[in-house]
């Protein structure tokens, strides 16, 4: 019997350990209210209007940013800071497009690129004033148009 539980938790703490492919921010774009009595997150109405995770102060995020955080329409602030390699891969074009959203900082972390390889993420109709996408991974050259913009 200890036998069989030690083979239990071990594959539950497995599975658990892979299934956390930003399953926090997962959790959070369903805007539910869930979370708002987290101090790292913000809400009005019950709804989110700010995020704020260090990895420092807080604990580590795996994975990619899911595109499922367009649904997040009341979001003003999105900062995921200092989650080194374990945000990674490509941050969604679609957070561009969130009409509340002021404030972006992404710095420290692995990111490597914006927005679909295809299609290049126009910031002039986002309504983001502070962007820092510093220490991160990103590859290839920065479009000129993209600088234009900022």
């Known amino acids: ?16 350990s892979i299934a956390e492919h930003s399953e926090v921010l997962v959790a959070l774009s369903k805007d539910d209210g869930a979370f708002c ?3 790292y997150v913000t809400c009005t109405n019950q709804s989110i209007t700010e995020i ?14 899911p ?4 649904k997040l329409k009341n979001l003003t602030k999105l900062h995921l800071l200092d989650h080194s ?3 990674f891969g ?19 972390n692995s990111f490597t690129t914006i927005g679909h390889s295809k299609k290049f993420v126009d910031i002039t109709t986002s309504g983001i004033t502070d ?9 290839g050259a920065i479009p000129n148009d993209f600088l234009l913009q900022l």
């Open 1 to 16: 019997m200890t036998f069989f539980l030690f083979i239990l938790f071990t594959c539950i703490f497995y599975v658990c």
């Open 37 to 39: 009595d987290q101090q």
């Open 52 to 65: 704020t995770i260090s990895g420092i102060n807080h604990f580590k995020l795996n994975g990619e940013i």
């Open 67 to 70: 595109k499922s955080m367009q």
């Open 85 to 87: 390699d374990n945000l």
């Open 90 to 108: 490509n941050i969604p074009g679609e957070l561009f497009s969130l009409e509340q959203l002021t404030s972006l900082k992404l710095k420290n």
């Open 131 to 139: 962007l820092d996408l510093s220490n991160n991974a990103f590859t």
